[in-house]
Every structure is written in structure tokens, then in C-alpha cells.
């Protein structure tokens, strides 16, 4: 099961930046690993639902992030490809 990986479960956000300007990880497979990890344990399994939403687009926007840096060659910027949660108190847009 992919939300048991221990190379990314713990990922600080300087090793992933590292292992995807090496090309061994893409923001897509990241997601991937955290959209897992929540059906797993938010949606199934002890089903927690703590996530309240999560963005449609999101898949979209790490295939952006990942030809970015494919075609640019350097991060658009400090969060690049990192998948974040926003307090449900806050109030967003995507």
C-alpha cells in the first residue's frame, strides 16, 4: 500500500525538492501518495474524516508544477509540489 511508504511519509520539504530536481519523485506522485493515504485512514479504514474537501484541480496543478520544472529546470518556488491542508476555520480559494 502506498500510504505505508517510508520514503515519503516523513519526506521533509528540502528532500522532497531534492529528489524531485533529481528526477527520482514528481509533485504528481507525491499527491498521489497523500490522496492515498487519506482514503485510507480519512475516508476508509478508521475513516477519521477530518478532511472536509479536497480540491478537484489538485492533480492538475502538480502535472503543472512538474512540467514547470521539467521545462524551467528550478522550482516555482518554496512549496513547490508539496501538498498542503488548510484549517476547515480558514477560508480559501483554489
Do not use: W
Not at 47 to 66: G, H
Amino acid at each position: 500500500m502506498a500510504s505505508t511508504d517510508p520514503t515519503l511519509l516523513e519526506l521533509s520539504i528540502a528532500e522532497a525538492h531534492a529528489r524531485m530536481q533529481s528526477g527520482q519523485l514528481t509533485a504528481v506522485r507525491l499527491l498521489e501518495f497523500y490522496l492515498d493515504r487519506i482514503q485510507h485512514l480519512d475516508r476508509q479504514g478508521p475513516c477519521l474524516q477530518a478532511m472536509v474537501t479536497l480540491n478537484s484541480d489538485a492533480l492538475e496543478q502538480a502535472r503543472e508544477q512538474d512540467q514547470y520544472l521539467q521545462t524551467e529546470g528550478r522550482l516555482c518556488g518554496p512549496l513547490h509540489g508539496i501538498p498542503l491542508i488548510v484549517k476547515d476555520q480558514c477560508e480559501t480559494a483554489f
